[in-house]
């Protein structure tokens, strides 16, 4: 690396660089070291990589990069941790370092990087754009003409792989489905904003709808601005730490804290990086107050449940077996566990079977399933192997990424199986009371 270039490794405070004690503890839960057995691919071999570069023992290389890429970020190793290791911060600045050392650039890959993450992401209306166009091939009929026609087989392997991943985009996004004001059902016992999100937005906008509709009948005013920002999770989880700080400011002046009771997030991934907004601004000296009150505020929709109390809906539907993903970055990111579980058994009809293996990574891990897809894969089949052992016909998860690839798995592997966020049962479980059935 140049001289006088930022090491994000380097400038990192030495606590967090050394507190690894070498254990071990973590080994048996990192899904990338059981497939291989190799301690390079674990927490532990990552870890000490990390800090002999730090120490000026290694340099930024390419296999370096290759490395840090090869790890999940599924942050499972944190949760095993009896020292307390901040995995999830290393691994940021880590790939930090990878991006400001360019060991991975090739043409093609800085190509799709300042497309997707440095232009697309960066301004919601480009991605809404996209999606729209999206929507447009898929709604003419071209994506199933395309399938069915056998033309696809003429692409090469990855572009097919990546076709069969392509998100259904829905008809209406969020802003189309929810007011920017909806007032509390009854009486108002909290203001809260709501963040629809990016991917979420275009794939699974009702959710966004029944998280809203969820809030107003526990009580909560939601404000939901049409317009919204990026949460920067994707950039500051891909080494772009200056682009992921922008959006942290912008969505600190949009939403300022102190206006409201809880920030809700109903994306697991989302929820763990919105929650680090200080630590990400932690030397900007006009917005680090704020963020800490903001880490506060920022409640994923569950946790904020548990913490109001949900109003039980009423028992009319017959009795369903579902059963609980976890997503990586609300369990072992945000230690958000028991709450969905609360939630899901709240609901009178439901009977919760317990998934083995419930917090292990389906393999989606933000675009992971996109840059390193056998590994993706293997975990994937390994998640629905477990799924289809409870002999639930229902799977519950809180993570756009964890619901987009469970639903594309269960689809290449013809499974009967619905993949929903547990809040939509909970809506579905208020609306039947209304006459209006679930439709899962
Ligand atoms: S984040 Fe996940 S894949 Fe990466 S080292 Fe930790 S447990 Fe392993
Ligand atoms: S990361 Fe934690 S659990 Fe893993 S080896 Fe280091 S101290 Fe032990």
Redesign the pocket.
């Known amino acids: 690396m140049p001289s006088g270039t930022i090491s994000h490794l380097k400038d990192l405070d030495y606590s967090v660089v050394q507190q690894?004690?070498?254990?071990?503890?973590?080994l048996p839960t990192c899904p990338t070291y059981v497939a291989t057995k190799n301690e390079r691919n674990s927490?532990?071999g990552r870890?000490a990589l990390m800090r002999a570069i730090a120490d000026g023992d290694l340099e930024v290389s390419r296999a370096f990069g290759e490395e840090m890429y090869f790890c999940l970020g599924c942050l499972a190793?944190m949760s095993?941790?009896?020292?307390g290791?901040n995995?999830a911060e290393l691994f940021e600045h880590a790939r930090a370092e990878v991006e400001t050392a360019g060991v991975l650039g090739t043409p093609k890959r800085n190509l799709i990087r300042a497309f997707a993450i440095k232009w697309l992401f960066m301004d919601l209306r480009r991605l809404q754009l996209a999606g729209r166009a999206l929507l447009l091939y898929q709604q003419l009929g071209l994506q199933t003409v395309l399938r069915t026609s056998g033309v696809l087989k003429l692409l090469p392997r990855r572009l097919r792989e990546l076709e069969a991943i392509t998100p259904k985009i829905q008809e209406h996004f969020s802003s189309d489905l929810i007011p920017p004001l909806l007032a509390a059902t009854g009486q108002k016992r909290f203001r809260v904003a709501m963040l629809t999100g990016c991917a979420q937005d275009l794939i699974f906008s009702d959710i966004n709808r029944d998280t809203v509709e969820v809030l107003a009948r526990n009580g909560c005013e939601v404000l939901t601005p049409p317009e919204q920002h990026c949460c920067g999770s994707l950039h500051a989880h891909n080494g772009e730490w200056a682009l992921a700080q922008d959006l942290a400011r912008r969505n600190l002046d949009q939403f300022p804290p102190a206006a409201f009771d809880a920030i809700v997030t109903n994306a697991g991934g989302c929820g763990s990086h919105l929650k680090h907004y200080s630590h990400l601004l932690n030397d900007d000296a006009e917005y680090r107050e704020r963020a800490a009150l903001w880490d506060r505020k920022v409640k994923d929709i569950h946790e904020w449940l548990a913490e109001i109390g949900v109003r039980p809906p009423p028992t009319e539907q017959p009795i369903r077996i579902v059963t609980y993903h976890e997503s990586c970055h609300l369990s072992h990111g945000q230690k958000v566990v028991n709450q969905p579980r609360q939630l899901l058994r709240a609901i009178p009809e439901l009977q919760l079977v317990e998934l083995p293996e419930s917090s292990w990574c389906c393999g989606s891990a933000g675009v992971y399933n996109i840059t390193q897809p056998e590994m993706a894969e293997e975990l994937l089949e390994r998640k629905l192997r477990h799924i289809g052992s409870t002999g639930a016909n229902i799977v519950a998860t809180g993570n756009p990424g964890c619901l987009l690839q469970l639903i594309n798995g269960a689809r290449v592997r013809g499974m009967q199986l619905k993949v929903v966020h547990p809040v939509s049962l909970l809506a579905e479980a208020y609306r039947a009371n209304q006459g209006i059935p679930a439709n899962v």
Request: proline letters at 12%.
């Open positions: 690894c004690m070498h254990c071990g503890l973590c927490p532990r870890i190793c095993a941790c009896p020292a290791v995995y």
